[in-house]
């Protein structure tokens, strides 16, 4: 897929794609809000600029491989891959319907251009490994990148990938931590402290950046040094601000697993044709 370089194309992608993801869930009446939202800039970089795929060839044997670990933010990786042109971007209003391919959690076999089944929280990084060291093991130039959850930090089998991924010097796996700081029931830190997460990962010998993940430049400056950094694997803390975009839903930990309104879609909606148009005319969020 040819690679968008200018910036200002990019964001106004990620402003469509997060009218979308609120499309989406209204017609669904079920599903997750902010943090689709707020990994749309992080998506939009990574399918539009830094990974190396074909939406016409999704088996394509020399494509990157992206793992969504915390499945339950699908609406931005569905939104994102029908904006590339894997599937019809109307196939998106069949989110979480009966018989649909969008289901509430991504199914392999069910859409192109996904790479796992995601739904237990903390098992991608793991899939990640493995897919990073079959590719080392085949002597292939692939890359992995795997997006990961500061919610699913709790679960003990994410701290088993980062051992084994670091003891192998997986160097063609760049991790992506969603540090929004909520879930389900909270703030991280109220729930399980997460934080210092930076020095946890140095500690166990990765490679760590830390960037604002709803920066676009910084996003691109992150992750393309990220591909070519040898020895270690490499972690990428974006924090970033869920439901962005969204005034009413930033920073609000109860918009983690609810839709809106068909009222609210209206405000939320019109709130971001706000923002399309200040990246129109250069005055980004």
Known sequence: MKKIKDTRKLKLIANKIRQDIIKSLTEAGSGHSAGPLGMADVLTALYFNVMEHDPKNPGWGKRDYFVLSN???????????????????????????????????????????????????????????????????????????????????????????????AKNKLDNLTAILDRNYIQIDGNTEDVMPLDPVKEKYLAFNWNVIEIDGNNMEEILTALSPAKRLSGKPAMVIARNVPGKGVSFMENNYEWHGKPPTQEQAEIALAELEYWREKIVAGEEQ
Request: with cysteine; charged share 15%.
């Open 71 to 165: 499945g339950h933010i699908c609406p931005v990786l569905y939104a994102t891959l029908a904006n590339a042109g894997y599937f019809p971007e109307a196939e998106l209003m069949t989110l979480r319907k009966l018989g649909s391919r969008l289901q509430g959690h991504p199914h392999r076999a069910a859409l192109p251009g996904l790479e796992t089944t995601s739904g237990p929280l903390g098992s991608g990084l793991s899939q990640a490994a493995g897919m990073a060291y079959g590719l080392r093991m085949d002597q292939r130039p692939n890359r992995v990148f795997c997006l990961t959850s500061d919610g699913e930090h709790n679960e003990g089998n994410i701290w088993e990938a980062v051992l084994f991924i």
